[in-house]
């Protein structure tokens, strides 16, 4: 089975960084676009930063500037660096992959790790 297993989150004051890694592992054949949402409601997650398998990269707004998504194919890893950090940062990050199987893709998420940026 597949596991995306993310690291990284924890207390920060506005102004620090923190980085997130969220490595794959498992059973699976290409691995497409990588991101990172964060949980804003019960059902909805926002999108922060993906990056597809070809290193092209897209933010949102808010983030644009201050945070910079990354990968490592051969470590199946993907990563986010969050500089300048703000209290609305605040929250829960899942990492999230499209793995292609050949026969489409299929999303897989992670756990989730919480960001907590304090004023």
């Known amino acids: 089975q597949v596991q995306l297993v993310e690291s990284g989150g924890g207390l920060a004051q506005a102004g620090e960084s923190l980085r997130l890694s969220c490595v794959v592992s498992?059973?699976?054949?290409?691995?497409?676009?990588m991101g990172w949402y964060r949980q804003v409601s019960v059902k909805q997650r926002e999108l922060v930063a993906t990056?597809?398998?070809?290193?092209?990269?897209n933010y949102a707004d808010s983030k644009k500037g201050r945070f910079t998504i990354s990968r490592d194919n051969a470590k199946n890893t993907v990563y986010l660096q969050m500089n300048s950090l703000k209290p609305e940062d605040t929250g829960v990050y899942y990492c999230?992959?499209?793995?292609?199987?050949?026969?489409?893709?299929?999303?897989?998420w992670g756990q989730g790790t919480q960001v907590t940026v304090s004023s």
């Open positions: 999230n992959a499209g793995l292609d199987y050949g026969l489409g893709v299929r999303n897989y």
């Open positions: 498992g059973s699976f054949g290409r691995v497409n676009t």
């Open positions: 990056i597809t398998s070809g290193g092209s990269t």
